[in-house]
């Protein structure tokens, strides 16, 4: 008798675990999903690209700041990888100001922009970046 309660609790354990588990894995494959697929304004190279490059970054890091151009002209010279950079906010204006020019086809210069100078934000420079 107490084997077969056993047995069953342990049925009932394995199939929540395998639930969990494709709960977790469907998760995954969405937030994947997200990430790659953005719009063309904010992203370089190719959409149908054989590999696609995701970067988390702040315009703060000086890390972040020295390797945008080599990425950049990774992508130009392969001609087959597309960048997605995903920014963080250092402070909480610089990257709503990047995806709210990415709404007016314009994130690439924003980024840039930011990427080059991340103090603009600071110095009322955001006027200059929007005209």
Do not use: W
Request: net charge neutral; with cysteine.
């Amino acid at each position: 008798m107490f084997k077969k309660i056993a047995l069953r609790v342990f049925i009932g354990i394995i199939a929540l675990v395998v639930l969990l588990l494709g709960y977790q894995i469907s998760v995954i494959l969405s937030t994947m999903n997200r990430l790659d697929s953005v719009p063309a304004q904010y992203s370089y190279g190719p959409a149908d690209a054989d590999l696609t490059v995701v970067e988390f970054l702040k315009y703060t890091c000086p890390y972040c700041r020295e390797v945008h151009d080599v990425i950049l002209d990774a992508v130009a010279k392969d001609g087959n990888v597309r960048y997605v950079p995903r920014p963080l906010p250092s402070n909480v204006k610089d990257a709503q100001m990047a995806y709210a020019a990415g709404k007016q086809d314009l994130f690439k210069l924003a980024h840039g922009a930011l990427l080059k100078d991340p103090r603009i934000m600071e110095e009322g420079g955001l006027m200059a970046i929007a005209e």
